[in-house]
């Protein structure tokens, strides 16, 4: 079970990297990965972005592809 810290921790590194998604992706979707984000899904949101990014290619920092 992730902590309250861990939650925290991965909502933070994570909020900037679908910011940038905003654009080569739906706002809808990027809006629900927000949700589920908050909900604790980090492996799925995880997996929702490497699809993203294979099926569209779009630029990531280093620091976005170290997540």
């Known amino acids: ?4 810290i861990q939650q925290a921790d991965s909502e933070r ?3 900037p990297v679908l910011g940038s998604l905003r654009e080569p992706l739906p706002n809808d ?3 629900r990965l927000r949700t589920r984000l908050a909900e604790s899904h980090v492996v799925e949101v995880t997996h929702a972005i490497v699809f993203a990014t294979v099926a569209r290619p ?4 280093a620091a976005e592809t170290d997540l």
């Open 13 to 15: 590194h994570f909020r």
């Open 58 to 61: 779009m630029a990531l920092t």
């Open 1 to 4: 079970m992730r902590t309250a």
């Open 29 to 31: 979707l990027v809006a």
